[in-house]
């Protein structure tokens, strides 16, 4: 008992104090997206509002059990919740329900449903945490490297294979952690990361004439500043830039043919080259609306009108942050943001103290995706990134979400905890 009670008065009370008051800020705001004048109390267990204090209080229960447990089993089973995930994930494709056009999902009967793919980023952030715990590892090695690369890479092509393409994408955060911790290349991976969505959405808006112009430009430039300056590197800059064209040539081959046609469809809704409010553009049209009502203060819990009027499909899931707009207005949505940034912030002031590689590596891993996931349900909603139905951790409805969510930061908080006692 002795020892129990030691652990919890080790716990960085502040991570929790701030998870909390997201789930709490989620579950009101789950209850006005989808308030129901014939069920008006939040502990309707009928309602999707009162089958989300469920989930919060079973996920609130298994993460006070976690901080029970032996911080050295999930080091020790990283492996194997690894291996458990991905065969989930192998199920999925076998027995999965397609829900709009993503099969991610195994139904378990009674209206429960499950959905790997939330669990196999923190089932990844564990086993690559494991894999550069090992003293044998070194990132500069290229065995270890390939390694670490399948690690992320195999569940991310399996989340595609569901035609999943947003949890796909959070696996990208993982580059984070391998910057982190060294892994060479990953600077320059991040950077032509940033570089090709920036000309695959130059080219879109202006067009391959437009870009080989800009870019001729460019090489023009750089190869005067080379010869005038007398630098050294001439043929690594001319190879990033015969990259860059032929990147730009091939834009338009995969915008059409690589992508399908929902996925084009909200890429030009977001750049303006497609207007279509009442189709494809509909929910980020009305989103806006939304968001932009709320003004400075809002309109006030249950006050919206976008909101009570259900004009925002999904609104308790992947939209919930437009409800949050409308009634809280800019106060309700920066103070969102902001106990955003401070788990972030914390989360990586905690990561940086660990004493081993293992508590580091998975802390800067759900940082990593954490981040990804505000960042692009956040953006959705404004209308500055495509609609790609990810949820935003902590406050949208979802038993998979909020179970995946408490337990990755759980297992965390629990590692930070049982820092001291690692030699």
């Not at 890479?153 to 393409?165: C, E, F, Y």
Request: glycine residues 8%; positive net charge; charged residues 15%.
């Amino acid at each position: 008992m002795n020892e129990r009670n030691s652990i919890i008065g080790k716990v960085d009370w502040l991570t929790v104090l701030i998870y909390l008051a997201l789930i709490i800020i989620g579950w009101f705001s789950i209850f006005s997206a989808k308030y129901d004048e014939m069920h008006p109390s939040i502990f309707d267990m009928s309602q999707v509002y009162g089958k989300q204090l469920i989930w919060i209080g079973a996920s609130l229960l298994i993460g006070f059990i976690i901080l029970l447990i032996d911080a050295k089993f999930f080091n020790a089973f990283s492996l194997w919740i690894y291996i458990f995930f991905l065969f989930s994930l192998f199920a999925v494709l076998v027995y999965g329900k397609a829900t709009k056009g993503a099969t991610s999902w195994i139904d378990l009967g009674a209206g429960i449903k499950f959905q790997p793919s939330e669990f196999a980023k923190m089932a990844t952030a564990l086993a690559l945490a494991g894999h550069l715990d090992r003293l044998d590892v070194d990132l500069q090695k290229r065995k270890d490297q390939i390694v670490a690369a399948v690690i992320v890479l195999i569940p991310m092509a399996l989340v595609l294979l569901q035609n999943d393409t947003g949890s796909a994408i959070v696996f990208v955060s993982f580059i984070f952690v391998l910057y982190r911790e060294g892994f060479p290349g990953a600077g320059w991976v991040m950077a032509a990361g940033v570089v090709a969505i920036l000309l695959f959405i130059f080219t879109l808006i202006w067009s391959q004439k437009v870009m080989y112009i800009i870019l001729g430009s460019l090489l023009v430039l750089a190869v005067v500043y080379y010869i005038v300056a007398k630098r050294k590197g001439i043929v690594k800059m001319l190879a990033v830039f015969a990259f860059m064209f032929v990147f730009v040539f091939s834009v338009d081959y995969a915008f059409h043919n690589v992508l399908q046609q929902h996925q084009q469809n909200r890429i030009l809704v977001m750049l303006g080259k497609l207007d279509d409010p009442q189709g494809v553009g509909y929910n980020v049209h009305q989103s806006k609306i939304a968001i932009g009502s709320g003004g400075l203060t809002g309109k006030g819990f249950l006050q919206g009108t976008q909101t009570k009027y259900d004009f925002v499909p999904e609104q308790h899931t992947d939209f919930i942050f437009c409800t949050v707009g409308e009634e809280g207005g800019f106060v309700g949505t920066a103070v969102v943001v902001l106990l955003y940034v401070a788990l972030l912030i914390r989360i990586i002031i905690l990561a940086e103290r660990q004493r081993s590689t293992f508590s580091r590596v998975y802390g800067y891993a759900i940082a990593g995706i954490l981040f990804v996931h505000v960042a692009i349900n956040i953006g959705m909603t404004i209308g500055l990134v495509p609609v790609i139905g990810i949820p935003l951790p902590f406050l949208s409805y979802g038993g998979s979400s909020m179970l995946a969510f408490t337990i990755m930061l759980a297992i965390f908080v629990k590692q930070d905890a049982n820092r001291l006692n690692i030699l």
